[in-house]
């Protein structure tokens, strides 16, 4: 049978299926919903003999076929639909006793059973204070709570569409990204609830959109309350202590403290963020060229490559990181889902295909090194911003800090945000500025 990848449809035409239709991949069907939409289903034979179908909650084939699999390959039967609860019941029961008996702290749990309640109630504070949200309205009691239609949907039936709209619902309106992730751990949790009672296969393959939110946020704050959120950015003495406190005290089983201060270190030393750190590899390592590779970088050219030369302090770091002979591997964990492991295959044994990075984050290590040395908390985008701030007081252009650092701006966003970071540099610039031989000229 010919594969093919289902296409939305109006209803009447003749593409449309209102019925169950194979997909030519492995037990994945679909049809169209009233609207057209595409949804994707997949049957298995319970324990009584009889064929059930099950409709999945991804809205991708890839992901539709990896949740398919799952269903197919359980031995637990799923609960009938007169057992099967809504989401508001669900979340008021089950996962409400779940988070009063959890094993957490009392004020972890507290918090938990506050971001419960302002997904059932939303804002509950009755005084705003004339707070408006995003769109510059007033906001009243309620705002923010979860869609209704989604909470009177059955557990099994939440989708990522569905996900989609308690953001957009919640979020900034008037809620806050770290208001709203506390929120999103209680649909984890009701999501790993349902799973272990047999209410569902799968779980749905959606995650916060941290990187949008964060910017809708700066320039929510930047619009309200007319000012930008401040960097702390550490100096050139602290970032070599740092470095130097998590490779003496960090973890000492099998050089994890070794890995854990030159993971830091590349970032502080590139400008690399976070995930490019971690998808890159050693073959996108030029040596001979003394520069990285790294593909689909900018958002205007994801299929294509960006170049970005390496500094003497990146190259020293990047050797030290193939000395170790430390790389990373996946594997599949006793929840189904993909898991990373640091494992040692030594420097002679590393090919172009092995990961740069141990391990996918070494936050904790900065986070505790940063509480032992009193300086600021830092993140790892924060490394990125004292990489910037050090070109800045260096005297690199705008114009190539911004392609460092993977911006297609020309630098306007590199100038807005670290031309004030760092006090005196102004300073320092215009004392050594001078118009050597000319004044010599016009003063004769």
Partial sequence: MRKRTPKNAKSGSKAFKKFWTATGHEGVFYRHNDKGAVVYGTSRVNKTGQRAWHTLSSAHLEAAKKEARQIRTSKVDKAPRSAMPTVRDYLDDRVRIAVQNGHQDQSARKTSGYNLDQILEGYRHRNAKNRKNEQGKLIKRGDGACPAHILNKHVDRVTEEDLDAWFANCFLNPFSLSATKGMWTVWKLLFALARKDSLIFAVPEWKVPTREATGREERYKLRTDGKQRALDVITTDEFFDLVEDIRKNGHKQEGISEDSANWCALLGTTGLRKGELREL????????????????????????????????????????????????????????????????????????????????????????????????????????????????????????????????????????????????????????????????????
Wanted: charged fraction near 30%; hydrophobic fraction near 30%; include cysteine.
């Fill in 281 to 444: 590899r050693w073959g996108n390592v030029r040596w001979e060229d003394r520069r990285l590779v790294l593909e689909g970088r900018t958002k205007s050219n994801r299929r294509g490559a960006q170049y970005l030369p390496l500094n003497p302090d990146a190259i020293r770091v990047l050797r030290r990181m193939w000395a170790s002979g430390h790389t990373r591997e996946s594997y599949i964990g006793p929840s189904g889902k993909e898991r990373v492991k640091r494992v040692h295959k030594g420097s002679r044994n590393l090919n172009d295909d092995d990961y740069v990075a141990p391990f996918l984050t070494a936050q904790d290590a900065l986070r505790r090194s940063c509480e032992r040395l009193r300086i600021p908390t830092q993140t790892p985008h924060g490394l990125r911003h004292f990489f910037a701030c050090e070109c800045v007081d260096q005297g690199i252009p705008w114009t190539v800090l911004a392609e460092w650092l993977g911006h297609t701006d020309g630098g306007r966003v590199a100038s807005e945000t670290y031309a004030h970071v760092r006090r005196g540099v102004s300073e320092n610039f215009a004392d050594g500025w001078s118009l050597g031989k000319k004044a010599q000229r016009a003063a004769c």
